[in-house]
C-alpha cells in the first residue's frame, strides 16, 4: 500500500518534535451499498476511499492528523503538522520493523468485489417477494444490501508493521404493515466478517418472513401498560441494552477518565453469580469479529464480568497509558478519518443453565420482550431508554397478547444486578455502534434472560 522506506519517513518525521510514540494507518476501502424498495431499484452506490491517519504521543498527549495525499510530500507534510503539537526535549527514531503474520480467523470465499451486481440483486428480490406473500397487510419491503473489504496498513515506532483484509456483508429487510389507518414495521438484518457467501447462503425465509411477521403482529397489537415489571429480554438483539447500558461503561474511552460507573472496581461484584459478559472478537465470521484491532494488535476474547465479578476492561494503546493496564486488542475507529479509541466487537451475557420454557413458565405477570428497538443511554450513569420492537404480556406463565407503545427505562448497573434468570440459548445480532472513533460494525448478544423488575413505560390508562 506505502512502501516501507515512506513509512519510515512518516514515522520520523511525526517524531521530529520529540514525540515518543508515532504510528500510520493505511486504508483502501471499496463500499456497495443497494436499496430495493416495493421491488424496483432505488439506489445503487459503490465508491472507493483511501487515506491515512497519522498519530503521535507524548505521554499522556495524542495528536491525530489525516489526509487523502498519499505522496510523500502530503505525507510528510501531515506528521509533521501533527508534531507541531508536540513539544519534547529529545527526539528519538523509529525502531526497525519486524513485519507480523497472522492466520485469518475469518476465511472469505467470495470477495463482494467480484461478484456482479445482478447475482446481489437476485437475492434481494427473493427476500422482497417472499416479505410480500407473507400476508396481504404488507403494503412494503425495502431490502438493503451493504457490503466493504477494507484493506489495512498499520506502523508504528515500535517497529509493529501488519496489514489486515477485512470482508463485511449484510442485508437488512425491512417490511411495512397496514391495516385502515394503523401501520407497524418489522426488521431484519443479519451481517457477517464474510464475503457474498454469506448473503447467498441466508435463510431468506425466516430472515424475510420474520420481518414480515413482526410488522402484522404488532398491527392488532395492545396498549403496553406501566409499571414495574419482570421483564424477560429475549436473545440475539435483546443484548442491546447491556451492550449501550454496561459495555460502554467498560469502555477506557469512559473508565479511564473516572467517567464510568465500573472505573477503579476491578475484583468487585456487579452482578449476580449467573452473569458473565464478554467480549470477544475471535468468534469466526461473526459482523463485529476482527482479525486484529486498529492499532494492530491481534482479535483476543476479553471476559470483563466472570460469575457476577468485574474482571477486566477494553483498553486501547493511548488509554493504556492512562490506566496502566495493557492493551485488550480493542482500539478501533471508523476509517482513517478517527484516531482509534477503545471499542467494543462481539460483546454478549454468556449462556446460562435455564431453558427459554422454564424462564416464561417462572414469570406470573411481566413483560416479554422478544426484539429490542432503538434507544439512548447516558454512558456515564448507565441511565437508558429503550423502544421494544415486539413485546407480549406474561401471564401465569404463558406468553399473551401482544403490546405496542412499550418501553424500557431503567439504569444499566442496576439492571445488571437485577437479572435472575439466564438462558441456555446464546445468540447474536447484528449492528452498529457510534462513539468517538466514529460507526463500526458490532455484535451484541445474549440468551434470553429476566430481569426481576424494570420500569415499563407504555400508554396511561392502561
Given at each position: 500500500m506505502l512502501s516501507q522506506s515512506l513509512i519510515e519517513?512518516?514515522?520520523?518525521?511525526?517524531?521530529?518534535?520529540?514525540?515518543?510514540?508515532?504510528?500510520?494507518f493505511v486504508e483502501d476501502r471499496f463500499t456497495n451499498n443497494i436499496t430495493l424498495r416495493s421491488s424496483k431499484i432505488e439506489t445503487a452506490l459503490s465508491g472507493r476511499d483511501f487515506g491515512v491517519g497519522i498519530r503521535v504521543f507524548k505521554g499522556l498527549q495524542s495528536v491525530y492528523a489525516y489526509t487523502t495525499d498519499f505522496s510523500k510530500d502530503g505525507l510528510v507534510k501531515a506528521a509533521k503538522n501533527a508534531a507541531q503539537a508536540i513539544k519534547g526535549n529529545s527526539v528519538i527514531s523509529p525502531a526497525p520493523f519486524v513485519r507480523e503474520s497472522y492466520s485469518t480467523l475469518h476465511p472469505i470465499q467470495l470477495l463482494p468485489q467480484e461478484v456482479v451486481k445482478s447475482r446481489k440483486i437476485a437475492v434481494m428480490k427473493n427476500a422482497s417477494d417472499t416479505a410480500k406473500s407473507y400476508h396481504s397487510s404488507i403494503s412494503q419491503v425495502t431490502v438493503r444490501l451493504m457490503d466493504e473489504e477494507q484493506n489495512v496498513l498499520i506502523a508504528n515506532s515500535e517497529g509493529k508493521y501488519i496489514e489486515d483484509k477485512r470482508v463485511r456483508s449484510r442485508l437488512a429487510i425491512q417490511?411495512?404493515?397496514?391495516?385502515?389507518?394503523?401501520?407497524?414495521?418489522?426488521?431484519?438484518?443479519?451481517?457477517?466478517?464474510?464475503?457474498?457467501?454469506?448473503?447467498?447462503?441466508?435463510?431468506?425465509?425466516?430472515?424475510?418472513?420474520?420481518?414480515?411477521?413482526?410488522?402484522?403482529?404488532?398491527?392488532?397489537?395492545?396498549?403496553?401498560?406501566?409499571?414495574?415489571?419482570?421483564?424477560?429480554?429475549?436473545?440475539?438483539?435483546?443484548?442491546?441494552?447491556?451492550?449501550?447500558?454496561?459495555?460502554?461503561?467498560?469502555e477506557a474511552t469512559a473508565v479511564a477518565k473516572n467517567n464510568s460507573v465500573f472505573a477503579n472496581r476491578i475484583g468487585e461484584r456487579v452482578a449476580p453469580e449467573i452473569v458473565t459478559y464478554i467480549d470477544d472478537g475471535t468468534i469466526p465470521n461473526e459482523w463485529g469479529s476482527i482479525n486484529i484491532d486498529d492499532e494492530g494488535e491481534k482479535a483476543r476474547k476479553n471476559v470483563l464480568i466472570k460469575n457476577g465479578i468485574l474482571t477486566g476492561y477494553l483498553i486501547d494503546k493511548f488509554n493504556s497509558r492512562r490506566m496502566g493496564m495493557e492493551s485488550t486488542g480493542s482500539g478501533r475507529r471508523q476509517s482513517f478519518r478517527f484516531a482509534p479509541t477503545s471499542r467494543m466487537t462481539n460483546t454478549y451475557i454468556a449462556p446460562g443453565k435455564s431453558r427459554p420454557g422454564e424462564i416464561i413458565a417462572a414469570t406470573e405477570n411481566g413483560i416479554y420482550a422478544k426484539y429490542m428497538g432503538g434507544g439512548q443511554v447516558n454512558p456515564a450513569t448507565g441511565d437508558y431508554n429503550f423502544a421494544i420492537m415486539e413485546a407480549y404480556e406474561v401471564k401465569n406463565g404463558k406468553i399473551g397478547k401482544p403490546l405496542k407503545g412499550a418501553t424500557l427505562i431503567g439504569n444499566g448497573p442496576k439492571t445488571l444486578q437485577l437479572v435472575d434468570m439466564v438462558g441456555n440459548n446464546l445468540g447474536h445480532g447484528a449492528g452498529m455502534c457510534g462513539s468517538l472513533s466514529g460507526s463500526i460494525p458490532v455484535n451484541v448478544g445474549q440468551p434470553m434472560i429476566r430481569v426481576s423488575e424494570i420500569t415499563v413505560g407504555g400508554t396511561k390508562g392502561e
Open positions: 519517513d512518516v514515522l520520523t518525521a511525526a517524531l521530529s518534535t520529540g514525540g515518543d510514540f508515532s504510528e500510520i417490511a411495512v404493515a397496514v391495516s385502515g389507518n394503523k401501520m407497524e414495521t418489522g426488521f431484519y438484518g443479519p451481517g457477517a466478517h464474510s464475503g457474498f457467501e454469506f448473503i447467498e447462503n441466508l435463510n431468506l425465509d425466516l430472515y424475510a418472513n420474520e420481518a414480515a411477521r413482526i410488522a402484522v403482529t404488532m398491527i392488532d397489537a395492545s396498549p403496553c401498560p406501566s409499571g414495574k415489571f419482570p421483564v424477560i429480554i429475549d436473545n440475539e438483539f435483546g443484548g442491546v441494552i447491556f451492550h449501550e447500558a454496561c459495555g460502554h461503561g467498560l
